[in-house]
């Protein structure tokens, strides 16, 4: 057990070397010389765990996944929301996930696929819709589908906005005030006013959200 014990604080710290040197320099210039000396393990080590630069790439990539909601809601629609709020918190405390949305959006990392986070994402958010209009939460002229894709396109926006801007410390009004204008547009009237979508309810899951 001790020794399973230690090949996961190994991996972990590879795994938050990787994230830091990535965010600073991006997927190209970052070398493994640098996450090895970060991390202060061996070659040996790091290889055993990712065989490859582009695997510990991916394994930053993998942070961003959708959280789950928490706790579950009657509402989708406010399950949607939350997942949302509990991913901008995030982007504030986890350099694994502020890693992760960088190395998504880097446009310089050739031969890396950058298409998990955003089609986790989208299926996530399909996933919550579909669910949303069975329970008659959502309009009759509505797509599930093509909610989700524009759901993701915006909510990716408003990340780079805020990261170029205040370093994500706007992220949560920008969301908010995302939300507000995508909502009424999609959402049945009864359920639009029962969602929470005030600052408040952010803090509240943020102190439900798992460190990363």
Same mark, same amino acid.
């Given at each position: 057990?001790?020794?399973?014990?230690?090949?996961?604080?190994?991996?972990?710290?590879?795994?938050?070397?990787?994230?830091?040197?990535?965010?600073?320099?991006?997927?190209?210039?970052?070398?493994? #010389?640098?996450?090895?000396?970060?991390?202060?393990? $061996?070659?040996?080590? !790091?290889?055993? *765990?990712?065989?490859?630069? =582009? +695997? &510990?790439?991916?394994?930053?990539?993998?942070?961003?996944?959708?959280?789950?909601?928490?706790?579950?809601?009657?509402?989708?629609?406010?399950?949607?929301?939350?997942?949302?709020?509990?991913?901008?918190?995030?982007?504030?405390?986890?350099?694994?996930?502020?890693?992760?949305?960088?190395?998504?959006?880097?446009?310089?990392?050739?031969?890396?696929?950058? #298409?998990?986070?955003?089609?986790?994402?989208?299926? $996530?958010?399909?996933? !919550?819709?579909? *669910?949303?209009?069975?329970? =008659? +939460? &959502?309009?009759?002229?509505?797509?599930?589908?093509?909610?989700?894709?524009?759901?993701?396109?915006?909510?990716?926006?408003?990340?780079?906005?805020?990261?170029?801007?205040?370093?994500?410390?706007?992220?949560?009004?920008?969301?908010?005030?995302?939300?507000?204008?995508?909502?009424?547009?999609?959402?049945?009237?009864?359920?639009?006013?029962?969602?929470?979508?005030?600052?408040?309810?952010?803090?509240?899951?943020?102190?439900?959200?798992?460190?990363?």
């Amino acid at each position: 057990m001790a020794k399973q014990d230690r090949a996961i604080r190994t991996r972990q710290a590879i795994l938050m070397a990787a994230a830091e040197t990535f965010e600073k320099h991006g997927y190209r210039a970052a070398t493994i #010389t640098e996450i090895l000396r970060i991390a202060g393990v $061996t070659k040996g080590a !790091l290889y055993f *765990h990712f065989p490859s630069k =582009g +695997e &510990l790439a991916l394994g930053v990539l993998e942070a961003q996944e959708p959280p789950p909601p928490a706790p579950d809601q009657p509402l989708k629609l406010q399950e949607l929301v939350d997942m949302g709020m509990m991913f901008s918190h995030r982007l504030h405390t986890s350099l694994l996930t502020r890693a992760g949305v960088r190395l998504s959006m880097d446009q310089q990392a050739q031969g890396l696929d950058r #298409t998990g986070p955003f089609l986790r994402w989208q299926q $996530t958010t399909h996933d !919550l819709l579909t *669910h949303a209009k069975q329970n =008659g +939460e &959502l309009l009759p002229h509505v797509n599930p589908m093509e909610t989700a894709d524009l759901y993701v396109a915006a909510f990716t926006g408003i990340q780079a906005v805020s990261q170029t801007l205040t370093n994500y410390r706007d992220l949560e009004q920008r969301y908010i005030a995302l939300q507000r204008h995508i909502l009424p547009s999609i959402a049945t009237p009864s359920i639009l006013t029962a969602l929470d979508l005030t600052p408040q309810r952010t803090t509240d899951l943020a102190r439900l959200a798992p460190a990363y």
